[in-house]
């Protein structure tokens, strides 16, 4: 049985709808997923409501953005059974909309600069401003300049690149509250990504009251992927934090397909257990 807790939806910069990857997930025969869009729970209603009497359990979850002191890309918390009615999710939708328009311009001014014109009513009429989009709209654009989206990045937008801008986000510690208000557990996501500034990251995560590391993770791009999971199960075993893993799936084409990674049932019911829910 596997559980797959880390996707995303067309609510935030997913290709499937939230009943597409339903569907999707029900063909790949996982036990259950958690849906966590990228500081949105936009999704989570239609989903709770399609997945009924299926044979499937669908967590409500979130991806929070944070800040990341400029050290890194992107910090990010996932959230996991989370009660998404709570009105913080709503506020910080709002607020990250917000910082995401204000990043947008500035990234789209940066790629003035670089001669790729894009026009920012394009996003205001999806009213999505992440980068994904903006990637979108240059594949659509610039079609002989770039293979696909993770070529944009490469080129564009990713860490370090000429048009990349470094994101506002809340706080690691407002984002744990604001998990732990609406019932839920925090979750540090793919922190492999973080490379060597994963233990301050993670030590802060532990400082403020996270619950659990998501271990497992594919890292292409890294030569010390298994030494690296094997670092954080044994920061889990000795700060007795939960095991989570998900695919982070967002499209089908990706070099990972969704249910490569999750975790089993006796980790699965660990986490409710810490949520009081068996």
């Not at 000429?162 to 925090?186: L, T």
């Not at 990251?201 to 690296?228: A, H, M, S, T």
Request: with cysteine; charged share 35%; hydrophobic share 35%.
């Amino acid at each position: 049985m596997i559980y797959d807790l880390h996707s995303h939806t067309t609510a935030s910069d997913g290709k499937l709808s939230p009943k597409e990857l339903i569907d999707y997930t029900i063909g790949k025969k996982l036990s259950g997923i958690a849906i966590t869009d990228h500081d949105t729970i936009e999704g989570i209603s239609e989903a709770l409501e399609y997945a009924k009497n299926k044979p499937l359990e669908l967590i409500p979850g979130i991806e929070i953005s944070c800040d990341c002191e400029e050290k890194v890309k992107e910090i990010h918390i996932v959230g996991l059974f989370i009660d998404y009615t709570n009105s913080k999710f709503k506020k910080l939708k709002l607020e990250n909309e917000r910082k995401g328009k204000k990043k947008a311009k500035e990234i789209i001014k940066k790629l003035k600069v670089l001669n790729y014109e894009i026009d920012f009513s394009k996003l205001e009429k999806i009213n999505n401003f992440g980068k994904s989009f903006i990637a979108e709209l240059l594949l659509e654009k610039y079609p002989n300049d770039f293979k696909d989206r993770k070529d944009v990045f490469n080129k564009l937008l990713g860490w370090g690149k000429p048009a990349m801008v470094h994101g506002e986000g809340v706080s690691m510690q407002d984002a744990i509250k604001i998990i732990h208000d609406a019932g839920g557990i925090a979750i540090f996501a793919h922190p492999g990504q973080l490379r060597e500034y994963d233990d301050y990251f993670i030590n802060k995560f532990i400082k403020f009251g996270g619950d659990g590391i998501e271990v497992g993770i594919k890292y292409p791009y890294l030569n010390n992927g298994k030494e690296l999971n094997k670092k954080y199960k044994k920061i889990i075993t000795e700060n007795n934090l939960l095991v989570s893993s998900g695919t982070d799936f967002h499209y089908k084409k990706e070099d990972k397909d969704f249910g490569d990674y999750g975790i089993n049932q006796k980790e699965f019911l660990k986490m409710k257990r810490k949520n009081d829910l068996i």
